[in-house]
């Protein structure tokens, strides 16, 4: 089981995607456990901190400090995907640094948060869903090719288109559930 992610010609093989996943979940299960830890853990600790204090003002520093650093923490998720997704290994001792800029992803991140609420706007999940089919890959184009901005979400668009909405369909389906 080394190196990337299986290759699929013109189609997409999901059992093959599954058991290459769950095969290398369960060789980096543990630090994939403390990361995800870590990413669930701190936020929720910053949000049973300030529900300690009554002030309006306190409460929304912590909201906004909990903001930034789940982005961060998402940052370093994709980091850790993108890793065993192209290397088939996560070095540890990189695990927790920044790579890509962070800058780029949230502001990618911005772009793709209103892309999906005016997907939402006219009360229909629809736009939402393309929004995700085609814009979902951002994060890995932000993180793995250090695209940023407009850069990412046009990035994955060209996957997403190139590999054409059909194909992709249910494989983002399953990746918008997870």
């Known amino acids: 089981m080394g190196g990337g992610a299986p290759a699929a010609g ?33 936020p929720f600790l910053l949000a049973v901190i300030s529900s300690f204090f009554g002030s309006f003002f306190i409460s929304l520093g912590f909201w906004f400090i909990s903001v930034i650093v789940s982005a961060v923490l998402t940052m370093l998720t994709v980091q850790a995907g993108w890793e065993l997704a192209t290397t088939g290994q996560l070095n540890q001792a990189e695990m927790y640094k920044l ?6 992803y949230a502001f990618a991140g911005f772009l793709f948060t209103v892309l999906a609420y005016l997907g939402i706007c006219p009360g229909m999940c ?8 085609i814009f979902g890959f951002w994060q890995f184009a932000a993180v793995g090719e250090g695209q940023g901005g407009l850069n990412a979400l046009t990035r994955s668009k060209e996957v997403t288109m190139g590999i054409g909405l059909g194909n992709i369909f249910i494989p983002m389906l399953v990746f918008m559930v997870v």
């Open 126 to 133: 629809v736009g939402f869903i393309f929004v995700w089919l």
């Open 10 to 42: 013109n189609a997409f093989d999901i059992g093959a995607g599954l058991t290459w996943a769950w095969a290398k979940f369960q060789a980096n299960m543990q630090p994939l456990l403390i990361l995800g830890a870590v990413v669930a853990g701190i």
């Open 99 to 104: 790579k890509g800029n962070p800058a780029g």
